[in-house]
């Protein structure tokens, strides 16, 4: 799932390359647990970014099947969906349209990053709550992510988006733990 082309699908596949090596990591005793995410478990988020992917894909167009239910699969079912995705996203003129996503359509560019946001946050969320490390994810995708966040609240009142109220977090603090702050996360560590 590597791209050759510099640019906003690239970063998506960092982004979901990163995450997925967290999704892979995750302790079969640990699938259950809570997350970071109100009454979701670890698999449960997984399962939310998956069910993302094929929906933003689908609305581009190509048929897909859905990700196979298969016990243990969700890492192969995360890359599945990511690289669905990321190949829808590679049509001709995509990023010069408009892309549905889960709350509502935007131009292709704005899918992009709020694909790779929810990659981010997301995979932040699992790694937290399996206990791995954050920090893999990378660091300039979640500054983007960060000023990207800053710019969508200055602009839209916080209560209509799906993120709670942005949570301190050190200045120092990784990226990564950053913008999970931003974006309402509190960490459990």
């Known amino acids: 799932m590597t791209s050759t082309t510099p640019g906003p699908v690239a970063d998506l596949e960092r982004a979901f390359e990163a995450a997925a090596t967290i999704v892979d990591a995750i302790p079969a005793d640990r699938r259950d647990a809570p997350s970071p995410c109100t009454d979701w478990t670890v698999a449960d988020v997984v399962e939310h970014v998956i069910d993302g992917n094929l929906a933003v894909a689908r609305s581009l167009g190509p048929e897909l099947a859905d ?5 243990g699969s969700l890492g192969p079912r995360f890359r599945s969906s990511a690289a669905a995705l990321v190949a829808a996203l590679g049509a001709p003129d995509v990023l010069a349209g408009t892309v549905t996503v889960p709350f509502g359509t935007v131009p292709g560019p704005v899918a992009v990053q709020l694909r790779t946001i929810e990659a981010l ?3 932040w969320d699992v790694a937290v709550a399996s206990g791995q490390d954050p920090t893999v994810l990378p660091d300039d ?9 800053g710019s969508v609240f200055a602009t839209r009142d916080r209560s209509e988006l799906p993120f709670g109220p942005a949570v301190p977090v050190d200045d120092d603090s990784p990226a990564i733990d950053r913008l999970a702050g931003l974006l309402g996360r509190t ?3």
């Open 67 to 71: 990700a196979p239910e298969v016990d």
């Open 141 to 149: 995708l979640a500054e983007a992510g960060i000023a990207f966040s």
């Open 121 to 123: 946050v997301h995979g």
């Open 187 to 189: 960490d459990p560590r």
